[in-house]
């Protein structure tokens, strides 16, 4: 088995057993990626990496989006709601704007929230194991 092989089967079984927690955490991760990529794509003008990263962006934005259980979520899940769909929106402006500082500042407040995220899913994660 190829190393890239075994690296895939490794990230396909780690999202297959994931827990709700850590799977919200490992979109996060894939946002944070295509962020960074965006970003290399802005430094370097490479249109074609910007505009792929960006949209790979806003589709993790829109499952994180699409997970949201407003019922049991209440105010919690309204607010992220909101985050999500400005993200979304921001990103679109970035896109067109090739603003680097907007991306670097909303990859950063990204990044809070998927260190929160983490560590509000670390103890039940702890504790599965």
Known sequence: ???AAATSA?????VLSASPGRLVVIVYDYLLVSLRRAAIALDTNN?????ESLGRSRDALCELLGGLDMEQGGAIARDLSGLY????AELMDVSGSIDA???SRITAQ?????DA???ITAPA????A
């Open 1 to 3: 088995m190829s190393y």
């Open 10 to 14: 490794y990230r396909d079984n780690d």
């Open 47 to 51: 249109v074609d990496l910007r505009i």
């Open 85 to 88: 769909t400005f993200y979304i």
């Open 101 to 103: 500082k907007k991306l």
């Open 110 to 114: 990204i990044t809070d929230l998927r």
């Open 117 to 119: 995220f983490a560590q």
């Open 125 to 128: 994660t702890a504790s599965a």
